[in-house]
C-alpha cells in the first residue's frame, strides 16, 4: 500500500484554488458595457501570466463560456457590491465607490463532478469520509510527483489527483505556482496500472481576492478608460460518487494507494486547453463524519 502524503505532516496547510477560467468570462462580460474585442494592458507580472487564458480564449470560445460559472463586469458599484453580498463573498472587502473608469469583476465557479467509479464508504484517519475505489488508472510520473491518479466523471471531466510534493510551495498567494506543478505532471505521466484507492470526499467553498488583477485596463467603445480596480471569484467544489453497498461484517480489501495528505486536484475539459481549476486539497476540505474502528 503507497500512502499518498508527500509531506511530513499536514498542520498548518489549507486548501487552495486556481480557477482562471471564470476570470476569463469576466473579461467577456466587460464587453458588454465596453464594446467588443477590446485589448488589455496589463501591469503586472500575474497579469502577464494570465492575459493568454483571455486571447486563447478567444480563439477557443468554450474557454469564455463556462456554464457553471456566473460573471459579473461593471462600473456600477452598486450593482457589483449586490452581486458580492448576495452570493456570500466571505472575507471580501468591497471598495466603498469606483473611481472615474473603475470597473469591478466577480464570479462563482460551482463545479460538482459525480464519478463514475462506484465507490464503498469507508474513513480516513477515524474520522474523515473516504472513499474505497477499484480499477482506478493509476498512472507513474517522472519528477517531484510520486503518481497521479485519474478519475473519469458522468459530465466528462478528468479529475485527477497528486500527493503534494515536499518542493511545491506550502503557501501559494496567487496560485500559479500550483498551475506550473501540474504542467510539468501533466507533460511526465506515463504508464498507469488499474488500481484500488482510497480518496476523502472532498467538499469546499474557496473565495479568492485577486488583488493582482487590479490596474489591468482598457478603453471602451467612446476611448473612455476601464480599469479593474476590485476583482473577486468564489469556488464551490464538491465531488460525490455513486456508492456500494457493504454487507454487515465485510472487510475491505487493502487499497493500493490511500490519499491520507494533502494532495493535488486538478480537473481538465475536453476541447479546453488548461484546467479547469487547480486546488491544494488539506483535511480542511475532506467531509467529515465520526467513524468506527
Not at 35 to 54: H, K, S
Not at 137 to 163: C, M, N
Not at 218 to 246: C, H, N, S, W, Y
Request: charged fraction near 20%; charge should be negative; proline fraction near 8%.
Amino acid at each position: 500500500m503507497t500512502n499518498g502524503s508527500g509531506v511530513s505532516g499536514d498542520v498548518g496547510i489549507r486548501s487552495e484554488v486556481i480557477a482562471l477560467y471564470p476570470l476569463v468570462r469576466c473579461l467577456k462580460a466587460a464587453e458588454a458595457e465596453l464594446g467588443g474585442n477590446r485589448v488589455w494592458a496589463t501591469t503586472t507580472p500575474e497579469q502577464e501570466i494570465f492575459y493568454p487564458f483571455y486571447v486563447w480564449g478567444e480563439k477557443q470560445r468554450s474557454h469564455a463560456f463556462l456554464p457553471e460559472a456566473e460573471c459579473i463586469a461593471t462600473r456600477n458599484m452598486a450593482a457589483y457590491r449586490q452581486f458580492v453580498q448576495q452570493r456570500s463573498f466571505r472575507g471580501v472587502e468591497v471598495p466603498a465607490a469606483f473611481t472615474p473608469g473603475g470597473l469591478g469583476i466577480a464570479s462563482v465557479f460551482r463545479l460538482a463532478p459525480r464519478c463514475k467509479h462506484a465507490a464503498t464508504p469507508t474513513c480516513i484517519k477515524g474520522y474523515h469520509c473516504g472513499m474505497y475505489l477499484e480499477g482506478v488508472h493509476v498512472f507513474r510520473t517522472v519528477g517531484s510527483a510520486k503518481f497521479v491518479a485519474e478519475l473519469e466523471t458522468e459530465q466528462g471531466d478528468r479529475i485527477y489527483l497528486s500527493p503534494l510534493p515536499d518542493a511545491l510551495p506550502k503557501e501559494l498567494p496567487n496560485g500559479f505556482a500550483i498551475a506550473d506543478f501540474v504542467d510539468g505532471v501533466h507533460h511526465g505521466l506515463k504508464a498507469f496500472e488499474p488500481s484500488s484507492i482510497i480518496v476523502p470526499a472532498v467538499d469546499f467553498v474557496d473565495v479568492t481576492d485577486f488583488r493582482w488583477m487590479q490596474g489591468m485596463h482598457t478603453v471602451d467603445a467612446e476611448e473612455l478608460p476601464a480599469v479593474i480596480e476590485a476583482a473577486v471569484g468564489k469556488v464551490d467544489f464538491q465531488m460525490t460518487f455513486p456508492e456500494r453497498a457493504v454487507s454487515p461484517g465485510q472487510n475491505l480489501p487493502d487499497p493500493d494507494v490511500v490519499f491520507d495528505g494533502p494532495f493535488v486536484l486538478w480537473v481538465e475539459r475536453r476541447d479546453i486547453h488548461n484546467p479547469l481549476l487547480i486546488s491544494v486539497i488539506a483535511q480542511d476540505s475532506w467531509r467529515k463524519r465520526p467513524c468506527a474502528d
